[in-house]
C-alpha cells in the first residue's frame, strides 16, 4: 500500500541555518509529490510540487524540493531558514488509481531559534 | 488566485446545536472537499464533490451533511455534534477530481469547539 513517512516529528534550527525536513514514499510508479505548510492554526499552503522532469524542484518562500527515484525520497531544503518558516510541514503523494486523494505523511514541526 | 476562503474562522457549538461550515472558491475548480484535522495530525479526508456531485463520502457519521449548492460553494451541515467532533475543518478544491496529479488549493479552515 502507499504510504509516506516522514521520519522527523520535531526539528529545531537556528535563524539564518540551512534546512532539511525527509520525506520517503512508498509507491510503486512515479509518484505525484507535494510539500504543504501549515502555520498555527492555519490552512495548508503548497510549497512546490513534482510530477515529472527535473528532480530539483522550486517552491514558494525560498524552498526547493529534491526527488531522488532511487532513495524514495523527496527532501524539502531552505539554504537560510527565518523565524516566520517555523510551522507544520506535510508531505504528500497522490494516491494511485485515479482516486484523486492525498496522502499525507505525520508531519514534522520546525521550530526556529532566534 | 489559488484562494479558497471559510467562514467562520471560529465555531462554538453545544452538543444540540445546528450550524453550517462554509466555503468558497472562484477558481472554476469542479472538485472541492473536506478535511477534519486534529491537533498535531495531517488532514483526514471527509467528502469530495466532483460538479456538485458527492463523489466520497469516507464512512462520515450522518451528524455531518455536505452540500454544494453550485460549482463555487461547499456546505458542511452540523448536527447533534459530539465533543470528539472538536477539531479544524479544512476545505479544498481542485480543477477536477480523480487524477493522482491534481493539485489541492486549501482554506484557512474552521476551528470548532462542541461543548
Known amino acids: 500500500a502507499q504510504s509516506v513517512t516522514q521520519p522527523d516529528i520535531h526539528i529545531t534550527v537556528s535563524e539564518g541555518a540551512s534546512l532539511e525536513l525527509r520525506c520517503n514514499y512508498s509507491?510503486?510508479?512515479?509518484?505525484?509529490l507535494f510539500w504543504y505548510v501549515q502555520s498555527p492554526g492555519q490552512g495548508l499552503q503548497l510549497l512546490l510540487k513534482?510530477?515529472?522532469?527535473?528532480?530539483l524542484v522550486q517552491g514558494i518562500k525560498g524552498f526547493e524540493a529534491e526527488f531522488k527515484r532511487s532513495q524514495s525520497s523527496f527532501n524539502l531544503r531552505k539554504p537560510s531558514v527565518h523565524w516566520s518558516d517555523a510551522a507544520e510541514y506535510f508531505c504528500?503523494?497522490?494516491?494511485?488509481?485515479?482516486?484523486?486523494?492525498?496522502?499525507f505523511g505525520q508531519g514534522t514541526t520546525l521550530q526556529v531559534k532566534p | 488566485d489559488t484562494e479558497v476562503t471559510q467562514t467562520p474562522k471560529h465555531l462554538v457549538m453545544g452538543m444540540t446545536n445546528k450550524k453550517s461550515l462554509k466555503c468558497e472558491q472562484h477558481?472554476?475548480?469542479?472538485?472541492m472537499y473536506w478535511y477534519k484535522q486534529k491537533a498535531k495530525k495531517p488532514p483526514e479526508l471527509m467528502f469530495v464533490?466532483?460538479?456538485?456531485?458527492?463523489?466520497i463520502n469516507e464512512s462520515v457519521p450522518s451528524r455531518f451533511s455536505p452540500e454544494c449548492p453550485n460549482s463555487s460553494l461547499l456546505n458542511l451541515h452540523l448536527h447533534a455534534l459530539q465533543p470528539e467532533d472538536s477539531a479544524l475543518y479544512l476545505c479544498?478544491?481542485?480543477?477536477?477530481?480523480?487524477?493522482?496529479?491534481?493539485?489541492?488549493?486549501f482554506g484557512p479552515g474552521t476551528r470548532l469547539l462542541v461543548l
Open positions: 479544498a478544491s481542485s480543477q477536477v477530481w480523480g487524477l493522482e496529479q491534481e493539485t489541492q488549493y
Open positions: 509507491y510503486g510508479a512515479t509518484p505525484y
Open positions: 513534482y510530477f515529472s522532469g527535473d528532480t
Open positions: 504528500a503523494v497522490g494516491l494511485s488509481g485515479n482516486t484523486g486523494k492525498l496522502i
Open positions: 477558481m472554476g475548480h469542479r472538485a
Open positions: 464533490y466532483s460538479y456538485e456531485k458527492l463523489s
